[in-house]
Structure formats: C-alpha cells, structure tokens
C-alpha cells in the first residue's frame, strides 16, 4: 500500500465519519426540536386548563419548571446546531445549558421551599440548604467560566476539518 493509498483511505473514512456525525446531529436536533414543541403545546394545554379552572395558582411551580425545561431543550438544541453548522465543539454553550439547568433547579427548589418547611423536619432543612449552597457555588462557578470565555476565547475545543 503507498503513501497515496493511506491517504485516500483516511480521507473516505474521514468523510464517512463527517458524513455520519451530520445524521446523528440532524437526528438529535430534530428530536430535541419535537420534545420542545410537544412540551410547549402540553404547557399551554396545562396553562389554559389551570386559568380557566382557577387553579393557576396552585400549578405554578410546575409550570415554572415546565417552562424552564422547554428553555432548557430549546439551548441543547442550539448547542446541536451550532455543532453542526459550524462543525465545532465549543464550550460556552454547554456552560449556558448548565447555567440554565442550575438556575431551573434553584428555582423550583426556592418555590418549593414554603412546603418542605412546613414539615419543620431538621434533615429536609438541612438537605436543602446544603443543595442550595451548592447550586450558589456552581452559578458563581459557571458564570465566572463564562465571563473568562468571553475575556479570552478559546475558540473550538474539537474542530472537524472541512
């Protein structure tokens, strides 16, 4: 086998793998985008059903954790598509997607809050404070990536060739 032949082989095994990641992108993205969508219409459907039942506030907090997971979805699905247009796997969207779900998290855990304490239990107190203390810590931890991204980009961490 000769040099040339090493590098057509490697080229066509290139191309199929490039080719490959395309489909699996297009696949993720359009399943992600369905997800989104069908979560949207279910929340709507949830929404309407709890204004005109008079129920709205009462569902709040899980249409505030429906919402934010449709959001959540909805950057993932960015995050594909950015890998697959630009054919780069960059960080700062993936720091944004974990911003998003730990913003999610602490949301819901603070509107939560009011009926775990009524059990006035120690331990769900504890547990909650620390889980709190914890998504602080990791909000401070990722928005200070970000804010180092922005200062000075890395640009890609993987890059496919053309």
Do not use: C
């Amino acid at each position: 086998m000769s040099k040339h032949d090493g590098e057509s082989t490697r080229d066509w095994l290139t191309r199929i793998f490039s080719w490959v990641e395309d489909i699996i992108y297009i696949g993720l993205g359009i399943l992600l985008a369905a997800s989104a969508l069908t979560l949207l219409a279910t929340a709507g459907h949830t929404f309407w059903v709890n204004l005109v039942g008079g129920t709205l506030s009462q569902n709040m907090i899980e249409m505030l954790d429906r919402l934010l997971l449709i959001l959540l979805i909805v950057e993932v699905t960015y995050t594909v598509q950015v890998s697959f247009r630009e054919h780069k796997l960059a960080p700062e969207p993936f720091l944004l997607v974990g911003l998003i779900a730990v913003v999610r998290r602490l949301l819901v855990l603070t509107a939560e809050l009011p009926q775990m304490l009524e059990k006035a239990d120690p331990v769900i107190f504890r547990q909650v404070a620390i889980e709190l203390g914890l998504l602080g810590v990791l909000i401070v931890a990722l928005v200070a990536s970000l804010v180092m991204l922005r200062r000075h980009p890395l640009g890609a961490v993987a890059e496919r060739g053309a």
